[in-house]
């Protein structure tokens, strides 16, 4: 296995274990060649020599999550715009690893980026402990604590992953400035009722087919809370922020 401190543009074959730290909002992008529109978020990895940045495709950016431990084969790096980045590719691979393994037990360092990016991430503009409004969700993609009131639950449904089964069900869910589709999975399905109240703290947004979804993750927390908690009544439906990037 090799590390991070250890790679440059050249670099194929790749194999190493790294820990998602960070990924960024999904974006589309479209092949020159192909004229395909694709799906591509990028991640920020360390092992214990430095950080870098890796580049998600498709399925790949809803199969992982910020903590996750990877073990990557047959990757390689590219440089685009003086930046370096991993990538899995066509004949590369990746499987999330036990956190209790012995090749995950490493701590991480992010003092050494491998050839960071010359425009740096905007700061987040969400304090630790502030509350945010739906209709800012737009704005802030991660750490997120927000108080809402669940309006409608769908059908629970089963999908498989790289995990194994799991089940996963959408909430549409608001407050006094708009709605948003809050996905749920596993024992958190169940966890939640109509027209009760929560809050999540440490929640991210992401986009799935265009569609704009809060996230509690495996990371955050879910509360149930009172409605005089949650500060408001009415939940204004007709600005639903998972339908305006339909």
Avoid: H
């Avoid at 199969?63 to 685009?80: C, H, M, Q, R, W």
């Avoid at 749920?184 to 704009?212: H, M, P, Q």
């Amino acid at each position: 296995m090799v590390k991070i401190n250890r790679l440059n543009s050249s670099s194929r074959k790749v194999n190493l274990v790294v820990k998602i730290l960070d990924i960024e909002p999904e974006r589309q992008v479209k092949s020159s060649r192909s004229g395909k529109v694709f799906r591509v978020a990028d991640a920020k990895i360390a092992d214990e020599s430095g950080a870098m940045k890796m580049t998600l495709w498709e399925d790949m950016i809803n199969e992982v999550s910020p903590g996750d431990i990877l073990k990557i084969t047959n990757a390689y790096v590219n440089e685009f715009r003086g930046a370096l980045s991993l990538n899995i590719g066509k004949y590369g691979k990746y499987k999330i690893i036990d956190k209790d393994s012995p090749e995950a037990q490493f701590e991480v360092n992010e003092e050494y980026v491998l050839n960071p990016s010359p425009k740096p991430r905007e700061p987040s503009k969400q304090g630790p402990s502030k509350y945010v409004k739906v209709k800012d969700l737009e704005k802030v993609s991660k750490g997120i604590n927000i108080r809402f009131k669940v309006i409608r639950k769908d059908d629970p449904r089963g999908v498989n992953t790289k995990r194994g089964p799991q089940t996963v069900c959408d909430f549409l869910v608001g407050d006094e400035t708009g709605c948003i589709l809050l996905s749920l999975w596993n024992d958190d399905v169940y966890e939640i009722a109509l027209n009760s109240y929560y809050e999540i703290k440490k929640g991210y947004t992401n986009s799935y087919r265009g569609i704009l979804k809060l996230n509690k993750g495996r990371y955050g927390v879910l509360n149930n809370i009172s409605r005089e908690d949650a500060g408001f009544d009415y939940v204004d439906d007709s600005n639903n922020l998972s339908e305006t990037l339909g």
